[in-house]
Structure formats: C-alpha cells, structure tokens
C-alpha cells in the first residue's frame, strides 16, 4: 500500500523498555541511522544502576531518547511525539512526557497480568480512556518476533533477544530509513555467530515489512537534512569524543599518552575507548584503584609523557592527594571527572554537576589548578585537548569536567581534520649549555618552570611534595619562601588568563534584563530557552562558561551588561559561589538537582518569572 | 656518547650537596652509602637511574642521590614507579620505601606492583616502626609490641613481609641488613641484575624509636647463631662454628646437628625452587622462642617472568603492524561519515 510522506521539522522519540530489552542499542542505531540522513540530532540515555534489574519493574526501567531535526536541535527534547513502551512499567514511568495527540508504540505482550502488578497496575492503562489523548499503536512485538524466526532454530529466550530489532525496523519504515545502516553493524557485531546475523537481520525486516503491509500507518514521516554548517559530519558520544581529544593532543604534542584510571560508571568508556587506539601510542594502564591511577599518572608525566585520568566524584576524591603532589611537582596532567549524582556513590548512572567546588577546592593547602568545562558531547572533543593544551604549556595539573548526560549522549560532529588543530609545545629545557646549572623551579614571565626529563643528561634533580625553595626548589621551610611559594603558584595558574579567549555572550542579547550565566552540559537546554524568549521579545542573554579556573579576562564587564544574573546548575548552587566571591554580583540560582537534565520549559519559566516581575 | 671519553663513575658522583639529615647512628646511612657504592656498577649513566620514595624517614633517599628523583607521598612510590616505567620502560628505577610506606598505607600499591612485575628494584627499609612520626608501631611489629600508641602493647599480628611478597607472586625476593655492609652490597647486586620486580628487605635500626629491633640478629655475640646466610646450590648451614644445619622431617624443616645428620635429609638452597622458597620464608620465629628456626639471609627465591612494560611495548608494537601507525585523520572521520553542503 503506498502511503503518503509527511514532512517533520522535529521529531522526539522514547524508546523504553526493561533493562534487558536491548534499549540503548536500538536508540543508538536509530540515532547513527538518522545522523547518516544528516539530521541534527541530541541524545539521553537513561538507564539503572543495576545491570539487570528486577525484570518488569518500574526500576529496571532503561529509557533512551533522541530529538532529530531539519533544523537546530540543541537538547534531546522536553517531551516526546513517539513512546515507543515495551511493558507496562516503561509506559508508566515515560507516559507523562508524551504529547498530547503523541503516539505510543506498544508491545502489548508486555502488558500481561504479571507486568501490570509490577508496575503497580490494577487495570490495564491501554484500556484507560486518558490514552483517547494519543494515537496506539499495539503490536505483539514477542509473537510477531517469533513468527519471523520460526525456521531459525533459535530457542524462545534467545528469539526474544531479537524483539527490539522488529521494534527498529518498525520505527526506520515510520521515519522512511533504509535498513543497511543497522544491517552492517549486525553483520560485525555477530561476526562470529552467522545465526545471530540472519535472526536479528531478518527480524529488523520483519518489523520493516510490518509497517508497510499492515494498515497502522496512514502516512510515514520524512525528517530531511538539517542545513548544518558545510562540512564532514559523523555522530559522536561525549566519552568517546573526550578520548579522540586527548589522543588528538597527544599527537599534536609530539607526546604519547599514557592513561591510567579505574573503572567507574560514567567514566569507563574513555578507558574502553582509549584501549582500542595502542597503534597510537597510548598507554593505557587498568591499575588498582584510583590513587595508584593518578600515581602513575605523575610518574607518567615525569618520565615525559602525556598523563591523563579520569574518574567520576568518589574516584577524584581518591586521588586528591596525589593531584596536590602534581601541583608541587608543577608537571603537566589533565583529570577528567565524569561527574554523576552524589555525594557518597550517590546516582551513579545520573547525571549532576555538583564536583565543581571538589575540583576548584578539594585538596590540602593552597592548591589553585585550573578547570575547563565540556557543553555538549562533541565539545567534550574541544575541551580535552584544550586541557592537555594548558597543562603541557603551563606546566600544571587541569581539571576537565564532563557529566554523565554529554558523555553518555551523542550528537552530529563537525569533526575537524588533523591540519585544523593547533600544535602543542610543551615546555622542555632548553638545550643545555655547559656551564650552566639546571634550576628546576626557574620560571619564565607566565611563571611556568622547564621539564626535565629522565635521560636528559646534566639535569638530574630532584623533585616532591615539600616544600620546593623558589629557583632552586631544593626542599625548605623558611615562612617568606613559603608565603612567596604559594603566591607564585596561585599566580601562575591566574596567569593562564592570558592564553584563553576572551569570553562572548554565546546567544542571545549582548545587554539586557537578563543573563543566563552557565557552565557544563546545560549549554544546549539554556541556548534554547534563552533563543525562546528572544523571540518572544524579551531581551535575554546567555554566557557559557567553558574556562571556570581562571575565568576569562573579561567576564566581570560582561556581567555589568545585564540587570540580572541567573546560574542555573544541575546541584544546589557551586558556580554561583565562585561568581559572587570574585565578582560580588547579587547573581540568583536556578538549580535542579534530580540526577537529569533541565527541560527548556523549566528554563524559560525562571525567565519570565523575571520579566514579570520587572 | 660512544665518541666521548668519560671517566667512569664512582660512589661520590652520586652524592648531593643536600644535607642529610637522618638522626646520627641511624642505619639509614650505611644503605645510603651502600646503595652510592653500587651504582657505578650498574654500568647506567646517571641520567637513566630514577629512585622513587614515598613519605617516611627512609624516604628522604632520593635527595641524597644524583640522579633523577622524586619523593612522591605516603605509600605511593610503588604506584609512581608504576607508571614510569610504563613510559619509560629503559630506565633503571629504585623505589625506597618503609614497613609502613610500603606495607600499610601502600600495601595494595605494592602488591599489585610485585604481580605485574615492572623491573624496578624496592628497598624496604624494615624498622619494625614509624619512625618519621616519632615512634608508633608499625605492620611490622611483634605482638604486644609497647609503643606511644600502644603504651599497653599492640593487638595487631604483624606482616611477615616477604611471606607476602612471595604469596603476591613475587619474581625476587631477598633480605639483608643495616649492619653487613658486605653482605647488603651483594644482595643489591643481584638484586639490580635480576629482570623484574626485585624486593629486597632490609632490616635497619632506628636507634630513636626502636634501638636494637634486629639485635640478636646483628649483635657478633648472637649473630652466628639465629642467622641463616643463604647461598644457591649450598646447604643451609650455620652456627658459631657452622655445626648446625637445617633438615627437611617429611615437609617440617628442623635445627639439626651437621655432624650427626643424614645428609640426604639436609636442605639445599635453590634460589629457583618456589616451593622452597614457601619455606624459607616461614622461617620467621620469635627469637625468644625455644627451638626457634634462624632468620635467613640472602636471595630467597629468583624467577624469570615478563615485565609488564615489556608486554605494554609488545603490544604497542603489535597493534601498529597490524592497524598500521595511528592516523590522526581516518581517527577523527570514523567511519560513518555524511557531508552538510
Ligand atoms: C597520607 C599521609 N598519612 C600520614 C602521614 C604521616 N606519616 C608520614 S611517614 C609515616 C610512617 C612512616 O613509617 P615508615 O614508612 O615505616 O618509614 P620510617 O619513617 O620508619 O622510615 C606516617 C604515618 C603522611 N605523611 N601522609
Ligand atoms: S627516627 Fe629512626 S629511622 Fe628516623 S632518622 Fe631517626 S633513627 Fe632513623
Ligand atoms: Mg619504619
């Protein structure tokens, strides 16, 4: 049956299911699918702590969605055109973010007597008069699934594992997607089990041909390209674009990489990934826990190499210590914190941005370093390398904050090539002269000392965690020495200042009632709240911070340009404080702390909150 | 290099004009020399030998030599090391630590260190006590053991420290003391010359805190007769007059009298022998205690097995050949790449 094409600006789809449904997987690959078609698209999995959550609860709920567009699309959506809900406890929990006149996609196998009282129903919600709301679509995803693997000689639980694949080819015949995508990436992820490619194969077409041949549809939809910024394109998480950043400076360095870390949720990709990528040099090193992980990072940097970690909240208070070590030292490493909800283990698999004051604080004595942020999953890119940028030029442990929303969530990248990036130049001893006597701790104008390297003859010297005499940095107690170390220290990592651009109003008003001063992964919600209200007149700016230590030059003046200051943070209020002790500005906060993302509309509320009351 | 005549080194090229500032009679200045004494035979140049430390009194080492070091934090040499060797697999590296840099608050460092196998040489400097604190007890003080912060003595059990080398896998693993300057000069030798992680335990009087913990093991009076010097391929001989000997009794090890033992039942050290070894190591009585086995000396086992950064460049090595050299570009791309006109 041939069915009209209906075209869509913006389309937000939920796919949700139990925590063995294979639910990341396929928003995934619809995700990669939609991003070939060249659409702007944002992510959010979201998903449990545990691995297999009591099947069929509300816990084991495992939810992924996406927003794709024809045009910008900066957030992965407030609420949703499509739930696409395995059993009843998915529905449950997503129900109320779809829209109304939505459409749900339904397994209704999994709305049976046992699902319904796991999810705490006494009736089943299908036969509720409030889905008269939505259009439904209900499909016994399990039988149809079964059906197409009849001859397989699969048995029912290994066939099962197959269901989220009819669900997929269903969803590519609604948005008028072609298979090969998918089909390619089961073809190498089974490369080693044939039966497994024909089933999953053959239930994706299944689902496609479902679409076609029954009579749910009326129209299909048609997302067209978005009219990005000309340029190559691919889809990219913000882990994976954490680790090509560091591999990218490594490389620009002229260094190798060595990585050392301990596995932690969200944090452990960056590891995964960077151990694929040993033809690059990368040493990556599993080590015992997080303080033998920085450890041997310092022992990295002092041996010459590139050392990077990366933990999440509890790990980074593990190598507190050591990183205090790495600011005596006055070696080069950068410290990825993935950060999650906390304190203690806390939400570990949701997201928050409550690690900022650890990283601008956490340690022993004054210990100043400098912390640059990632906004979205491809800056995560930028930001990684910036960090390995400051620390190789100015000889200096860097914080790099990511979160579990961008690591875990993807977007189309405008990926650069090698040529486009700048080279880095660490800060070596220069080449030695005879005569001269080699001071570990002499410093040029930006107070950044040379980097002496094992192997380097007539340089021998050395290095640790007392107190280092200034030039010399022979061990010393004297209190002026010490007074003067410590302000050259903090001097130091002020002086990087000057190496950073200056800060833009990134969207919206250059002046105005309002400012939206934000930091981390809330970029793409407060750009398109901000963008929101503009167009309703009111005038409305929006700073995002990338450097948070030191700021930029000039951000002081730019905050004079705006009668109010609000900071909204996903914790309960970190860069509020930094901005009110350095800028004493009456700023106000505006901050959720629920282990998920802002939606815009919670945004643009506190906006005209302000407006109306001005 | 080759083209430049340069002198070769001795003991005193190692030295820094740093006072050192141990307590005076403190047995960390024999090691101190000792260590100086060996390092012209290692046949490195001074810029390729690294010593690495952690917090301790015994720690402040690394500034007494000249060569590369760091004196990292508390327990961490091990972790440090760790990771340059990783890098910098060419470098001769040593690691000072004490009883308890090494074995309380880096006991999980050091274990996973002796695992891996990195070649590093440790020198842990045994004092049965914290000395840098002013006297605490420390994992390896006896039982009982009277100290300011067990004034009514101390409930722990102590570690044995090479028992626990040896059960974390341990390639090489030795003993020597402050007091035979000869004889520490030996087992550092070996102990540089083996491939891999070579612990080497040193008994050393902290004469502030702790004077005369290894006494009975040092002092000329006792020394013959509670010590055992280890020797490959010999008996385990010794005594004032070498008259004792040590004899298996079906797997129990025993004091017998040479003269009147059965020679087939005599235990010959084999430093490649891991069973042995197990055994050796439990010869760990209380010198107070009657029919006590003596404490040995020397290298208690050696074994060849790879070094972690050894297998790292292995695979480094392996993954370029077959992937061919990283390239920055295709890294980048990926492959599902789509164009924006
Ligand atoms: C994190 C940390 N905890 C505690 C200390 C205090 N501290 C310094 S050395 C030491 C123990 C030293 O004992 P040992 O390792 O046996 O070395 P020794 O002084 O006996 O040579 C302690 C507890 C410290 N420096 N750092
Ligand atoms: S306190 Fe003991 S171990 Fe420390 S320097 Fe003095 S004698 Fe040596
Ligand atoms: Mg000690």
């Not at chain 1, 590139?306 to 933990?311: K, P």
């Not at chain 1, 220069?430 to 340089?459: F, H, I, Q, S």
Request: charged share 25%; proline share 5%; glycine share 10%.
């Amino acid at each position: 049956m041939i069915k009209e094409v209906e075209e869509k600006q913006e389309v937000t789809i939920v796919f949700a299911g139990d925590s063995g449904d294979g639910i990341q997987l396929t928003g995934t690959q619809f995700t990669n699918t939609n991003a070939l078609y060249g659409n702007d698209i944002s992510t959010f999995p979201n998903y449990p702590a545990e691995i297999r959550a009591p099947q069929g609860t509300l816990a084991g709920v495992s939810g992924f969605q996406l927003k794709f567009g024809s045009i910008e699309v900066a957030t992965p959506g407030d609420d949703c055109d499509v739930l696409v809900a395995m059993n009843a406890a998915a529905f449950k929990v997503n129900i109320a973010r779809l829209k109304k006149h939505g459409t749900i996609i339904i397994n209704s196998d999994g709305f049976n007597a046992r699902d319904l009282k796991l999810a705490g129903y006494q009736h089943s919600p299908l036969e509720d008069k409030s889905l008269n709301d939505f259009r439904t679509i209900q499909i016994d995803v399990t039988k149809m699934t079964r059906t197409a693997l009849v001859d397989s000689g699969l048995g029912k639980k290994e066939m099962d594992r197959s269901r989220n694949m009819f669900v997929l080819g269903f969803l590519y015949y609604m948005y008028n997607r072609k298979l090969e995508g998918t089909i390619e990436f089961l073809k190498q992820k089974f490369a080693k089990k044939p039966a497994l490619i024909e089933a999953n194969v053959g239930v994706l077409k299944a689902g496609y041909h479902f679409g076609d041949t029954s009579e749910v549809f009326t129209s299909r939809y048609n997302v067209k390209a978005a009219s990005l910024p000309a340029g190559s394109y691919r889809n990219i998480m913000g882990n994976q674009a954490t680790a090509l950043g560091l591999i990218a400076a490594s490389q620009k360095s002229g260094l190798d990489l060595f990585y050392g870390s301990y596995p932690i949720t969200p944090a452990s990709d960056i590891l995964h990934e960077l151990a694929k990528h040993k033809n690059f040099g990368v040493r990556s090193f599993q080590a015992e826990d997080e303080i033998a992980a920085m450890c041997s990072v310092i022992g990295a940097s002092f041996g010459g190499k590139l050392g990077i970690t990366a933990s999440s909240g509890p790990g980074i208070a593990l190598k507190a210590e050591a990183i205090g070590l790495g600011i005596m030292l006055e070696l080069p490493m950068v410290i990825v914190n993935v950060q999650r909800g906390g304190p203690s283990t806390g939400l570990p698999t949701k997201t928050e941005q409550a690690d900022l004051l650890q990283a601008y604080y956490g340690r022993n004595g004054e210990a100043p370093m400098p912390i640059v942020s990632a906004s979205t999953p491809s800056d995560c890119f930028n930001a990684a390398f910036e960090a390995c940028r400051i620390a190789l030029e100015h000889m200096t442990p860097v914080f790099l904050l990511s979160d579990g929303y961008i690591a875990n969530g993807s977007e189309p990248w405008k990926f650069p090539t090698s040529a486009d990036l700048p080279n880095i130049t660490p800060k070596f001893v220069p080449e030695k002269k005879d005569d001269e006597t080699y001071l570990p701790y002499k410093r040029d104008k930006n107070l950044v000392r040379d980097w002496a390297l094992p192997g380097m003859k007539g340089y021998e010297h050395r290095v640790g965690g007392l107190e280092k005499e200034v030039d010399t940095g022979n061990v010393s107690y004297d209190p002026d020495n010490h007074e003067q170390m410590v302000k050259i220290r903090a001097e130091k990592i002020a002086k990087i200042a000057d190496s950073i651009p200056l800060q833009i109003v990134n969207n919206g008003a250059e002046k105005g009632d309002v400012l939206l001063l934000s930091w981390g992964s809330t970029y793409g919600v407060v750009k398109t709240a901000v963008k929101e209200c503009n167009l309703r007149g009111m005038t409305v700016g929006h700073i995002h911070l990338t450097y948070i230590s030191p700021f930029p030059k000039n951000l002081g003046d730019l905050l004079k340009n705006y009668t109010h200051i609000i900071v909204p943070e996903i914790n309960n209020g970190q860069l509020i404080k930094i901005i009110r002790d350095q800028f004493l500005v009456d700023a106000k906060g505006l901050n959720k702390i629920k282990g998920i993302p802002f939606s815009t509309k919670e945004i643009i509320e506190v906006i005209e909150q302000k407006f109306e009351v001005a | 290099m080759s083209e430049t005549l340069t002198k070769p080194l001795t003991a005193k090229d190692f030295t820094t004009d740093q006072d050192i500032r141990w307590c005076p009679g403190c047995g960390d200045y024999s090691v101190l020399k000792q260590v100086q004494s060996i390092m012209p035979e290692l046949g490195r140049e001074k810029e390729d030998i690294v010593f690495i430390s952690g917090i301790g009194c015994s720690s402040r080492f690394p500034y007494y030599m000249n060569t590369y070091g760091m004196h990292s934090i508390h327990g961490r040499a091990t972790a440090v090391a760790s990771g340059l060797k990783i890098s910098r697999p060419e470098l001769s590296v040593w690691i000072i630590t004490g009883d308890g840099d090494a074995l309380s608050i880096g006991g999980n460092h050091l274990i996973h260190m002796i695992r891996r196998n990195f070649d590093v040489n440790v020198l842990l400097f045994n004092n049965e006590i914290y000395g840098l604190t002013k006297g605490q007890y420390s994992p390896t003080s006896p039982e009982g053991k009277v100290t300011k912060s067990t004034p009514i003595g101390s409930l722990d059990h102590p570690f044995n420290p090479l028992k626990l080398c040896l059960g974390a896998d341990s390639t090489f693993i030795a003993r020597t003391m402050d007091r035979d300057p000869k004889h520490q000069r030996e087992v550092l030798l070996k102990g540089s010359q083996h491939v891999g992680t070579s612990m080497i335990e040193i008994y050393q009087n902290c004469n502030v805190f702790n004077d005369g913990a290894f006494e009975v093991y040092t002092d000329k009076g006792s020394k013959l007769q509670e010590t055992l010097f280890l020797e490959s391929g010999k008996p385990l001989i010794f005594g004032a007059d070498r008259e004792k000997a040590i004899a298996l009794d079906g797997t129990i090890p025993r004091v017998v009298n040479l003269a009147e033992a059965n020679e087939a039942d005599l235990m010959i050290h084999d430093e490649r022998n891991r069973f042995q070894a197990q055994l050796l190591v439990s010869f760990f009585d209380d010198p107070k205690t009657e029919g006590h086995l003596p404490r040995p000396f020397g290298v208690f086992y050696a074994e060849d097995r790879y070094r972690y950064e050894e297998a790292m460049e292995e695979q480094i090595a392996g993954a370029t050949e077959r992937m061919g050299k990283g390239n920055l570009d295709l890294l980048l791309s990926g492959s599902n790449v789509w164009t924006a006109e």
